[in-house]
T-cell receptor
Framework: QKEVEQNSGPLSVPEGAIASLNCTYS??????FFWYRQYSGKSPELIMS????GDKEDGRFTAQLNKASQYVSLLIRDSQPSDSATYLC?????????????FGTGTKLQVIP | KAGVTQTPRYLIKTRGQQVTLSCSPI?????VSWYQQTPGQGLQFLFE???????NKGNFPGRFSGRQFSNSRSEMNVSTLELGDSALYLC??????????????FGSGTRLTVV
C-alpha cells in the first residue's frame, strides 16, 4: 500500500462545476495535510493546509479532513480553465523518529470551457 | 522577500559523470528538503537538512548526497550518473523541519537529463 494515494485522473469537469479531488493515507497518526497545485512545467505551489478534522475554506477552495477514515479531499467550486493543473496531496508523517512529507502522485484536473 | 533559488535550471550530463545542484532557501528559513520528480514516480523524498544537519533521508542509493552550509544554502550531489537519474530535482524551503511551520515553498527546480 502506498503511503499517500491519489487517483491519477485526468478528472474532467465543465467550467463552473465543482471539482472534487481525493486522497487517502496510510499513517494513522499523521497530523498535517497539504494540497499543492502544479502547472505543467512549473514547480508545486501550496494552496491549502489542514490539521483538524472537518472543513477548511479559502476562497473557492475547501479542504476536508477525516482522520478516522484516513481521507483528505479538496473541493474547487466554480472551476475555471485556469484551475487545470495537477493537484498533489501531501502528508506529514513520522519516519524513523523524524517528520517527513510524503506526496501522492497527483491528480490531473482538466476544466473544460 | 526573495523566493527559493535553484541553480542551474537545466543540465545535460553523460552517464558516469557527477553533478552538483544548488538551492538557496527563503531568507530566514533553515530547513531545506530535496525531492526527485519523475512522471512515473511523482515526488520522491531525497533528504532534509536543518541547521546544517541531515535530519532524514529517503530510499535513494548512496550516490545521492547532500549538505547544508551555515547560511542555509544547500547542495545535492549525484555521482556516477545513470540514465534513470534523469528527472526534475526540486528544493523545498520551510521555516521548521518537516514543515512544522506550515507547507513548503518550492524552487523552480533543476531539470537533469542524463544521456
Amino acid at each position: 500500500q502506498k503511503e499517500v494515494e491519489q487517483n491519477s485522473g485526468p478528472l474532467s469537469v465543465p467550467e463552473g462545476a465543482i471539482a472534487s479531488l481525493n486522497c487517502t493515507y496510510s499513517d494513522r497518526v499523521s497530523q498535517s495535510f497539504f494540497w499543492y497545485r502544479q502547472y505543467s512545467g512549473k514547480s508545486p505551489e501550496l494552496i491549502m493546509s489542514i490539521y483538524s478534522n472537518g472543513d477548511k475554506e479559502d476562497g473557492r477552495f475547501t479542504a476536508q479532513l477525516n482522520k478516522a477514515s484516513q481521507y483528505v479531499s479538496l473541493l474547487i467550486r466554480d472551476s475555471q480553465p485556469s484551475d487545470s493543473a495537477t493537484y498533489l496531496c501531501a502528508v506529514r508523517m513520522n519516519s524513523g523518529g523524524y517528520q517527513k512529507v510524503t506526496f501522492g502522485t497527483g491528480t490531473k484536473l482538466q476544466v473544460i470551457p | 522577500k526573495a523566493g527559493v533559488t535553484q541553480t542551474p535550471r537545466y543540465l545535460i550530463k553523460t552517464r558516469g559523470q557527477q553533478v552538483t545542484l544548488s538551492c538557496s532557501p527563503i531568507s530566514g528559513h533553515r530547513s531545506v528538503s530535496w525531492y526527485q520528480q519523475t512522471p512515473g514516480q511523482g515526488l520522491q523524498f531525497l533528504f532534509e537538512y536543518f541547521s546544517e544537519t541531515q535530519r532524514n533521508k529517503g530510499n535513494f542509493p548512496g550516490r545521492f548526497s547532500g549538505r547544508q552550509f551555515s547560511n542555509s544554502r544547500s547542495e545535492m550531489n549525484v555521482s556516477t550518473l545513470e540514465l534513470g537519474d534523469s528527472a526534475l530535482y526540486l528544493c523545498a524551503s520551510s521555516s521548521e523541519p518537516g514543515t512544522g511551520g506550515g507547507g513548503y515553498t518550492f524552487g523552480s527546480g533543476t531539470r537533469l537529463t542524463v544521456v
